[in-house]
Protein backbone atom coordinates (compact mmCIF):
# COMPACT_ATOMS: atom_id res chain seq x y z
CA UNK A 1 0.00 0.00 0.00
CA UNK A 2 1.80 3.24 -1.02
CA UNK A 3 0.10 6.12 -0.30
CA UNK A 4 0.65 9.36 -2.10
CA UNK A 5 -0.45 12.71 -0.56
CA UNK A 6 0.70 16.30 -0.17
CA UNK A 7 0.43 16.48 3.78
CA UNK A 8 1.62 14.15 6.33
CA UNK A 9 -2.15 14.71 7.54
CA UNK A 10 -3.56 13.38 4.50
CA UNK A 11 -1.54 10.61 4.39
CA UNK A 12 -2.25 10.01 8.17
CA UNK A 13 -6.03 10.01 7.10
CA UNK A 14 -5.15 6.94 4.51
CA UNK A 15 -4.23 4.89 7.31
CA UNK A 16 -6.57 2.03 8.60
CA UNK A 17 -7.94 3.19 11.68
CA UNK A 18 -7.07 0.71 13.70
CA UNK A 19 -3.33 1.58 12.74
CA UNK A 20 -3.80 5.67 13.40
CA UNK A 21 -3.55 5.78 16.65
CA UNK A 22 0.25 3.77 17.19
CA UNK A 23 1.47 4.98 14.09
CA UNK A 24 0.99 9.18 15.39
CA UNK A 25 2.57 7.65 18.45
CA UNK A 26 5.43 6.63 16.38
CA UNK A 27 5.89 10.48 14.77
CA UNK A 28 5.75 11.77 17.83
CA UNK A 29 8.29 9.33 19.25
CA UNK A 30 10.97 10.34 16.64
CA UNK A 31 9.84 13.99 16.47
CA UNK A 32 10.54 13.96 20.83
CA UNK A 33 14.10 11.55 20.22
CA UNK A 34 15.63 12.73 16.62
CA UNK A 35 18.23 15.85 17.44
CA UNK A 36 17.74 19.19 16.66
CA UNK A 37 17.76 19.93 12.65
CA UNK A 38 16.43 17.38 10.49
CA UNK A 39 12.89 18.64 9.38
CA UNK A 40 9.66 16.61 8.76
CA UNK A 41 7.97 15.69 5.68
CA UNK A 42 6.17 13.84 3.04
CA UNK A 43 9.24 12.39 0.89
CA UNK A 44 8.84 9.08 -1.46
CA UNK A 45 5.16 8.75 0.12
CA UNK A 46 6.63 8.24 3.10
CA UNK A 47 6.73 10.35 6.39
CA UNK A 48 10.34 11.59 6.35
CA UNK A 49 12.82 13.49 8.24
CA UNK A 50 15.66 14.95 6.70
CA UNK A 51 18.27 17.20 6.10
CA UNK A 52 16.75 20.75 4.68
CA UNK A 53 18.13 22.23 1.72
CA UNK A 54 19.17 25.40 3.70
CA UNK A 55 21.26 23.27 6.08
CA UNK A 56 22.71 21.07 3.30
CA UNK A 57 22.33 22.61 -0.25
CA UNK A 58 23.98 19.72 -2.38
CA UNK A 59 21.15 17.82 -0.96
CA UNK A 60 20.08 13.91 -2.14
CA UNK A 61 22.52 12.92 -5.01
CA UNK A 62 19.41 10.38 -6.12
CA UNK A 63 16.73 13.43 -6.47
CA UNK A 64 18.33 16.98 -7.80
CA UNK A 65 17.48 19.95 -5.23
CA UNK A 66 15.85 17.26 -2.86
CA UNK A 67 16.88 17.18 0.64
CA UNK A 68 18.82 14.71 1.86
CA UNK A 69 16.84 11.96 3.83
CA UNK A 70 17.73 9.99 6.88
CA UNK A 71 14.10 8.30 8.46
CA UNK A 72 10.93 7.76 7.29
CA UNK A 73 7.50 6.18 8.32
CA UNK A 74 5.18 4.32 6.36
CA UNK A 75 2.16 2.10 6.57
CA UNK A 76 2.42 -0.67 4.49
CA UNK A 77 -0.07 -3.06 3.41
CA UNK A 78 0.84 -5.91 5.95
CA UNK A 79 3.16 -4.05 8.50
CA UNK A 80 4.59 -0.81 9.76
CA UNK A 81 7.84 0.80 8.18
CA UNK A 82 10.61 1.96 9.90
CA UNK A 83 13.33 3.14 7.92
CA UNK A 84 16.15 4.77 9.62
CA UNK A 85 20.03 5.05 7.58
CA UNK A 86 21.59 5.04 10.04
CA UNK A 87 21.66 1.37 10.71
CA UNK A 88 22.23 1.10 7.58
CA UNK A 89 25.54 3.25 6.70
CA UNK A 90 27.08 2.45 10.65
CA UNK A 91 27.75 -1.16 11.44
CA UNK A 92 28.07 -0.54 15.50
CA UNK A 93 24.60 1.54 15.15
CA UNK A 94 23.44 -1.97 13.52
CA UNK A 95 24.66 -3.85 16.12
CA UNK A 96 23.46 -2.08 19.14
CA UNK A 97 20.15 -2.42 17.48
CA UNK A 98 19.90 -5.92 16.72
CA UNK A 99 21.67 -6.27 20.10
CA UNK A 100 19.26 -4.49 22.13
CA UNK A 101 15.94 -5.87 20.60
CA UNK A 102 15.01 -8.94 22.08
CA UNK A 103 15.28 -6.92 25.13
CA UNK A 104 12.71 -5.38 23.97
CA UNK A 105 10.60 -7.62 22.00
CA UNK A 106 9.50 -11.34 22.49
CA UNK A 107 9.17 -11.12 18.30
CA UNK A 108 11.54 -11.93 15.91
CA UNK A 109 13.39 -8.92 14.27
CA UNK A 110 11.88 -8.70 10.72
CA UNK A 111 14.28 -6.30 9.16
CA UNK A 112 15.88 -5.28 5.87
CA UNK A 113 19.27 -2.79 4.84
CA UNK A 114 17.42 0.01 6.42
CA UNK A 115 14.05 -1.02 7.44
CA UNK A 116 12.41 -2.21 10.69
CA UNK A 117 8.76 -4.12 9.72
CA UNK A 118 6.21 -4.43 12.22
CA UNK A 119 3.59 -6.54 11.22
CA UNK A 120 1.07 -5.26 14.10
CA UNK A 121 0.89 -1.62 15.75
CA UNK A 122 1.60 -3.19 19.60
CA UNK A 123 4.63 -4.44 18.07
CA UNK A 124 6.32 -1.42 18.27
CA UNK A 125 9.25 -1.29 19.73
CA UNK A 126 8.62 2.41 20.48
CA UNK A 127 11.22 3.19 23.16
CA UNK A 128 13.80 1.48 21.74
CA UNK A 129 13.41 3.49 18.43
CA UNK A 130 13.13 6.77 20.19
CA UNK A 131 16.83 5.99 21.53
CA UNK A 132 18.03 4.60 17.99
CA UNK A 133 16.43 7.96 16.77
CA UNK A 134 19.22 9.77 18.99
CA UNK A 135 22.01 7.91 17.73
CA UNK A 136 23.46 10.61 14.85
CA UNK A 137 22.72 14.47 14.63
CA UNK A 138 22.23 16.20 11.37
CA UNK A 139 25.74 17.37 11.20
CA UNK A 140 27.10 13.76 11.87
CA UNK A 141 24.55 12.40 9.62
CA UNK A 142 26.02 14.82 6.79
CA UNK A 143 29.34 13.70 7.33
CA UNK A 144 28.73 9.95 7.24
CA UNK A 145 26.47 10.34 3.86
CA UNK A 146 29.48 12.29 2.46
CA UNK A 147 31.74 9.50 3.46
CA UNK A 148 29.79 6.75 1.80
CA UNK A 149 27.44 7.74 -0.28
CA UNK A 150 28.24 11.25 -2.35
CA UNK A 151 29.76 10.00 -5.30
Not at 11 to 34: C, H, M, S, T, W
Not at 99 to 123: A, Q, T, V, Y
Request: aromatic share 14%; charged share 25%.
Amino acid sequence: MQIFVDTIEEYIAQIPEERREGFRKLLEIVDANLPKGFQQNMQYGMVTWCVPLETYPAGYHCAKNTPLPFLSVASQKNFVAFYNMGIYAEPEILDWFVEKFPKHSKKKLDMGKSCIRFKKIEDITYDLLGELCQKITVNEWIAIYEKNYKK
